[in-house]
């Protein structure tokens, strides 16, 4: 859930100031990398510093600020979490570390450009959403020279942050009358809308944007498909890409969970006896909030996650898969990729449940009637700690992701990752190679895998493709759920495979099952 390249950082002598960008409220310079001619601003103030009486409600526009602001150092990530139960800390493998704080809503941008920074016109636009499971991670460990290299300068790119933890994912019936609910989600929609604003003083056309994000951020391009039921205006994307879809239970607003996780928060700052729990919240001091974060996702099923968004009753109307089985989706077309072992990372392999109770352990609304079904279901597939692997990989990541297909008939595109070991943010590197190489540092493949996703955000279908490479034709989903393997041979280094192959039968029964009981597990 945590795969974080480097941070941005030029070579002095290849580095220039860029023009001025004048977004009214706030002027903005950047730098110039001459040697690829491309143009970086970080660290882009979208919304106003969510704090004080802002802290827990909706974003709002920034205030004007005058003179030119220097956009040349990565901005503090938003206040970070812990997953449940791990074992280590897993925060503490970023290669470039920038300080947490809740004044976050900040956006960085990338474009292709001339020498001097002058930008290119009406190019595609593509906004990344990072993962991290809603608890951590940051725009800056995405590279967005790395698309614009794979799109042979042909996308504008802009990497985005928002709210994480309770910090933006703080629900209850009190955020509803005095708040907002998903307040990270709707940072989100409002930086996107930031896009369809500005983009085009970047060089960009608010008309071809696409939103993809990895882990959580797909989660989040998902939230983004069901939002308003369907029925965002203005249209902010029309293309959607998600990397290992995440869909974890998303309970409504007021339901015992939600209340739970909220009254926990009000004792651990010492709230409980205030006359307005929520004036309380609003007053307490940053870092014993983001102590409490961290403890509650902590304290969480191992693997599993607590502050993830809810069904608010207006930006998400209902639970995404029934929006899904209605058709009520925002976009025009769908690229999705799951990893071939999703669940691996997120399941304690020092411990071995069996699958029905571990069914009931991820899932706390299931009885024993679904926890039969679940051991029946994946009784044949290997081990007990196999089982567990493949019961959470399914059903948080690789089912919903063809829940989601479905809802784009005709305009949809399914492929797999499986460099081994085919874990769980393994694909990431392979996205943003300019850094640290991939495992499989073969060009062929890496031309192949990154340049399906640019093909696809220039021009809605990777066989549309920026360069010759070795993917084969690739059909869309609904035609006999045809998918796309990224593999390679077993030898060592290993050769690419890029191939076509049919949809296993058996995981489609295991998924109609999940997508049964959506009711009970959230989804």
């Not at 639970?319 to 999703?342: I, M, Q, W, Y």
């Not at 609304?365 to 039969?372: E, G, I």
Request: hydrophobic share 40%; proline share 7%.
């Amino acid at each position: 859930m945590f795969p974080l390249g480097l941070l941005l950082a030029l070579p002095f002598a290849l580095a220039q100031s860029s023009p001025v960008i004048d977004l009214g409220y706030a002027q903005y310079q950047g730098t110039v990398d001459t040697a690829t001619n491309t143009t970086i601003l970080l660290g882009i103030r979208y919304a106003a510093a969510p704090l004080g009486d802002l802290r827990f409600r909706a974003p709002q526009p920034p205030v004007d600020v005058a003179g030119v602001q220097q956009a040349t150092v990565a901005p503090n990530e938003c206040m970070q979490a812990s997953t449940g139960a791990s074992t280590t800390n897993p925060l503490d493998s970023r290669a470039v570390q920038v300080s947490p704080s809740e004044d976050c809503l900040f956006v960085n941008v990338y474009y292709p450009s001339d020498a001097a920074g002058t930008p290119l016109k009406d190019l595609p636009t593509l906004v990344w959403i990072h993962g991290g499971g809603y608890i951590a991670g940051q725009a800056s460990s995405a590279n967005g020279e790395d698309i614009i290299k794979q799109s042979n300068h042909n996308v504008v790119v802009v990497t985005i942050q928002y709210r994480l933890g309770i910090f933006g994912f703080l629900a209850g019936s009190a955020l509803k009358n005095d708040g907002a609910l998903n307040a990270g989600l709707l940072d989100q929609d409002f930086a996107l809308r930031w896009v369809n604003q500005h983009i085009t003083k970047f060089g960009g056309d608010p008309s071809k944007v696409t939103i993809w994000g990895e882990s959580a951020g797909a989660g989040s391009v998902l939230q983004h498909v069901v939002a308003n039921g369907g029925k965002t205006e203005p249209q902010l994307f029309r293309g959607a890409i998600t990397s290992s879809t995440f869909l974890p239970s998303q309970y409504p607003f007021d339901d015992p969970i939600s209340e739970f996780i909220f009254s926990e928060v009000v004792s651990g700052v010492n709230c409980t006896s205030a006359s307005d729990a929520l004036t309380c919240l609003r007053a307490a001091d940053g870092s014993l909030l983001g102590t409490v974060n961290n403890n509650i996702n902590l304290g969480g099923f191992f693997g599993t996650f607590s502050t993830v968004p809810v069904i608010d009753g207006e930006f998400i109307t209902q639970r995404p898969t029934l929006s899904f089985l209605e058709g009520k989706v925002n976009g025009e077309a769908l690229l999705s990729v799951t990893n071939t072992f999703e669940g691996t990372v997120f399941v304690n392999q020092k411990v071995d449940v069996e699958a029905g109770p571990y069914s009931l352990e991820l899932f706390p609304k299931f009885t024993s009637t679904q926890a039969d079904t679940v051991a029946t279901l994946y009784g044949g597939l290997g081990t007990d700690l196999f089982q567990a692997d493949a019961i959470q990989g399914e059903s948080i990541f690789i089912c919903p992701t063809y829940y989601m297909l479905h809802a784009f008939p005709g305009k949809s595109f399914k492929g797999e990752f499986a460099i081994p070991p085919g874990l769980h943010g393994n694909d990431v590197a392979y996205y943003f190679p300019g850094g640290v190489a991939p495992p499989f540092n073969n060009t062929d493949f890496i031309n192949a895998f990154a340049q399906s996703f640019t093909s696809f955000i220039i021009n809605l279908d990777p066989n549309d493709k920026v360069s010759n490479t070795i993917t084969p034709s690739w059909n869309e989903y609904v035609l006999g759920n045809t998918e796309m393997l990224f593999n390679k041979t077993n030898a060592t280094p290993g050769l690419p495979v890029v191939q076509p192959f049919g949809t296993s039968a058996a995981l489609l029964e295991r998924c109609q099952f999940w997508n049964s009981v959506g009711n009970l597990t959230g989804q």
